[in-house]
């Protein structure tokens, strides 16, 4: 992509670790275009042509994600904060498709690389599926 001075726009390796610093942060693209002195589509655009761009975009989201869990996690597993049910609400909704009263079609778990899918019962097969694990037992 071209800009008036017909120069193509690229972000250089200062750009990227800003672009990576700010998705940690939890800034939008906008800013993040804003703040290279870009345009949004530009940003765009130059994601689409640099690979680098786009991975430290998502490296960047990917770290901020995991704080936030980490953060969750240990407001869950403590009794003594007041919050600590409600966050581990949100992280089954958020990370486990958890809908409060629903029971999950499925689970997905990742294990070595390999993504594995377990179908659950609906919870009018729960009795049939109950008592043919007791059989099995």
């Given at each position: 992509?071209?800009?008036?001075?017909?120069?193509?726009?690229?972000?250089?390796?200062?750009?990227v670790?800003?672009v990576?610093?700010?998705?940690?942060?939890?800034?939008?693209?906008?800013?993040?275009?804003?703040?290279?002195?870009?345009?949004?589509?530009?940003?765009?655009?130059i994601?689409?042509?640099?690979?680098?761009?786009?991975?430290?975009?998502?490296?960047?989201?990917?770290?901020?994600?995991?704080?936030?869990?980490?953060?969750?996690?240990?407001?869950?597993?403590?009794?003594?904060?007041?919050?600590?049910?409600?966050?581990?609400?949100?992280?089954?909704?958020?990370?486990?498709?958890?809908?409060?009263?629903?029971?999950?079609?499925?689970?997905?778990?990742?294990?070595?690389?390999?993504?594995?899918?377990?179908?659950?019962?609906?919870?009018?097969?729960?009795?049939?599926?109950?008592?043919?694990?007791?059989?099995?037992?």
């Amino acid at each position: 992509m071209r800009n008036e001075g017909g120069h193509t726009r690229r972000v250089g390796a200062r750009g990227v670790s800003v672009v990576e610093d700010m998705a940690r942060n939890g800034c939008s693209e906008t800013s993040i275009a804003k703040k290279l002195r870009v345009a949004t589509s530009t940003f765009r655009e130059i994601k689409r042509r640099q690979p680098e761009v786009l991975e430290a975009l998502e490296r960047g989201y990917s770290a901020m994600e995991d704080e936030l869990v980490d953060l969750l996690m240990r407001r869950a597993r403590d009794p003594s904060h007041k919050g600590g049910v409600t966050a581990a609400i949100f992280l089954l909704k958020a990370r486990r498709g958890y809908e409060g009263t629903k029971t999950p079609a499925h689970i997905t778990i990742n294990n070595d690389n390999r993504q594995q899918t377990m179908l659950l019962p609906s919870a009018d097969e729960m009795d049939v599926y109950l008592s043919r694990a007791r059989e099995m037992a």
